[in-house]
């Protein structure tokens, strides 16, 4: 490179010589060189004590040193500096024999161009250079395996060692050199050894092995790594191998396996006694007398929701119950005194459900009778519960109208001359007074009113008998708005919603008149302040999967009616008692409790079935459901057999597990794939993780955990363009302006049929608004 530096000195002790090279160094442009000529080597050696040089010029025949004397004396003074011998033609013998003993390079007097003296100079210093830094590695190496336990050598194509570092214990390094593994272990340890190495030498690829060898009669193990030796020409020509006695880890590691195998084998009793337990349906649980769960079998994951894994080890009363309960105390504590206690208690799940279950607790004592833990054995009653209330409010019905029959023949009997008389006395007195006159208006209008209450009475203990004929119900729906609109106070805005094509029902005008009527009172009475009262009624073709949903319809053609107010709403407390008779949330006088036991008999007498969605401040909604006669003239386009999926992937979020297995049902049927969640936090994970996967939601407006209207915000912050289906039981106007607030234009009202659904789908998956 040109403007190199080249700090030389030349020790020669003819001055024609030295001019011969002080002209080289001058002709030569590619580097400076700074030349210190001597010509005694005590002065060069002086030179040397002082200074640093990039390389020696030497001529081996000096005035106070001859020969290769010479040559060892200087290298022994600067061994860490190139020397490049010079030589005369008759001496070039010893100049090679000086190379031998470390020289870089030599160079024959006479024979000397610039170029090839900066050639040999900068191939010396390179070399030298090369050597320092290999003798540094090697005493760096040296040092590391000086203080290492590590067994290291070479060893030729032959399998002789060739070279040995840390001999391993019970040989020397003489008794390993030059020798083979056949020569210094027994036959079956070489064999092993052999076969190893020699696949290396083959392969010219390392391997790593744990071996066992016998040394004089004692056997170590060694974590053995075998590595090809190369030539410069990158051929095999042996192997290096390091080794490390492992010998005291492998007996350590002998003894953890006894013990893992002692330890197998209790985990695997275990573990049988524990697929016993799992076997069963009931909830078993063992808890410490901290109250810790240290148990918790497949029934009460099962049961509870909660996995093993994050039930054992917390605390089972919060775990269980929402709040502290004087009976756990009192269980836990005749449990612990007494050794058992058996009862029914109230449990929460994960999912925050609340389930009741027979619980039998017994305490275990360990081996010297110390109490330790208490067993807990939980068998849901939750549906026999649910099963015997039916039966009982059944019973409790069927006790009512034998009673209500029993007595309304007599009480007809009663009221039939009082009415009878009320309505002759004023023929018979024409001439009474005013006061007289108006008793008896009163006499009438309450015994009318006592023979309309045995009538609804009777309806309900016995159904409703009358004279079924094919009716259009639009015609008795507009009558009815009429009367509300002339009847109902102002605040109360009434609107319809009545088809052209509405399908003709078999039934009792006059009866079915009482139901919208009574259901309309109804929900006037749940608007003291205002509000809005919609009467909607519409054609609907029920499917074999919406009569799943829904245990009372069948398949076939239908009229839905839908009365659904802006009202005070229904607490779910109340919705399981609204149809027993005689139960009312109005005040004294204002109510006697029959209406919507009626509207039950009278609509069950038609062969239909009632459904009530409600929520407490956001209105109610009743639907009346009438088999449909005459059959279906035309069929309108959302009747129409809708086409089938292709792949797409859909969301289904609902928290009922019925729902959810009807709706995989349908879509799978129809070549949709189906993703699941049973709530809002659930559904925005899922989506989160499949975004780029998913097509269309199908979510549920009430959800636990995070309501439906939440989770969908959510997901249009994670994706604008998502494509959404809001459903619901309650499909009043404020709760359809919520959803289509946020953007939902796509409504599917519960229960909905297989068509219902699909053509919905296809609404949004084609963007249809």
Known sequence: MAGENIKVLLV????????????????????????????????ALNYLTNEIFDVILLDLSLPDSQGLQTFVIAHNQA??????????????????RAMQEGAQDYLVKGQVTGDLLVRSMRYAI??????????????????????????????????????????PSGLTVEEILGKQDLDIIPVEDAQRLITIKRGVLTTGVGTREEVSITIKNTTRYYDLTIEPLRNESQEVVGVTCASIDISERQAALRERQAALCDRKLAEEKIREQAALLDVTTDAI?????????????????????????????????????????????????????????????????????????????????????????????DTDITEKKHLEAQLFRAQRLESIGTLASGIAHDLNNILTPILAGAQLLPLKFPNADERTRHLLEILETNARRGADLVKQVLSFARGVEGKHITLQLRHIIVEIAKILQE??????????????????????????????????????????????????????LIDENYARMNLEAKQGPYIVITVSDSGVGISKEMLDRIFE????????????????????????????????????????????????????????????????????????????????????TSLEAHNYKILVAS???????????????????????????????????TLQKINPQVKIIASSGLISDKKLSAVAAIGVNTFLSKPYTVNELLLSLQKVLSGVK
């Not at 190139?82 to 010893?94: A, N, Q, R, S, Y």
């Not at 805005?493 to 009545?498: A, L, Q, V």
């Not at 005040?587 to 009626?598: A, F, K």
């Not at 993780?689 to 969908?712: C, E, F, H, Y």
Request: proline share 5%.
């Open 12 to 43: 020669e002790d003819n001055p024609g010589d030295v001019l011969l090279l002080q002209e080289l160094f001058k002709e030569v442009t590619t580097v400076v060189v700074e030349l210190m000529p001597v010509e005694r080597l005590f002065e």
């Open 79 to 96: 061994q860490a500096t190139p020397i490049i011998v010079l030589t005369g033609i008759d001496d070039e013998t010893l100049a090679i």
């Open 126 to 167: 390179e070399r030298q250079r090369a050597d320092n830094a290999l003798r540094q590695s090697e005493e760096r190496f040296r040092v590391a395996l000086k203080n290492s336990p590590i067994f290291v050598y070479n060893q030729d194509r032959d399998l002789r060692y060739t070279w040995v570092y840390n001999a």
């Open 285 to 377: 649980c063992v808890r410490d007398l901290n109250n810790q769960i240290i148990f918790w079998n497949k029934g009460a994951e099962t049961l509870y929701g909660w996995q093993a894994t994050e039930a054992c080890g917390k605390n089972a009363s919060k775990l269980l119950y929402d709040e502290p309960s004087p009976e756990i105390e009192a269980a836990l504590l005749q449990a612990i005194s007494k050794g058992k206690w058996q009862g029914e208690l109230t449990k929460l799940t994960k999912m925050n459900k609340e389930v009741l279950v027979a619980s039998r607790w017994s305490l275990v004592c360990d081996e010297q009778g110390k109490p330790k833990s208490i067993l807990t054995v």
């Open 487 to 540: 009847t109902f106070p102002k605040s109360i805005e009434i609107s319809t919603d009545i088809p052209q094509d509405l399908w003709m029902v078999s039934g009792d005008s006059t009866q079915l008149h009482q139901v919208l009527m009574n259901l309309c009172v109804n929900a006037r009475d749940a608007m003291p302040n205002g509000g809005t009262l919609n009467l909607s009624v519409e054609n609907l």
């Open 581 to 664: 008779p005689f139960f009312t949330t109005k005040d004294v006088g204002q109510g006697t409790g029959l209406g919507l036991s009626t509207v039950l008999g009278i609509v069950k007498s038609h062969g239909g079935f009632v459904n009530v969605y409600s929520e407490p401040g956001n209105g109610t909604s009743f639907k009346v459901y009438l088999p449909a006669v005459g059959g279906i003239e035309t069929l309108r386009p959302k009747d129409l057999p809708p086409q089938t999926g292709h792949g797409e992937l859909i969301l289904v979020v609902d928290d009922e597990v019925a729902i959810q297995e009807v709706t995989i």
């Open 679 to 713: 709530d809002g936090i659930e559904a925005i994970a899922l989506y989160a993780q499949n975004r780029d996967k998913i097509s269309a939601v199908l979510m549920d407006i009430m959800l636990p955990s995070l309501d439906g209207l939440t989770a969908i915000r």
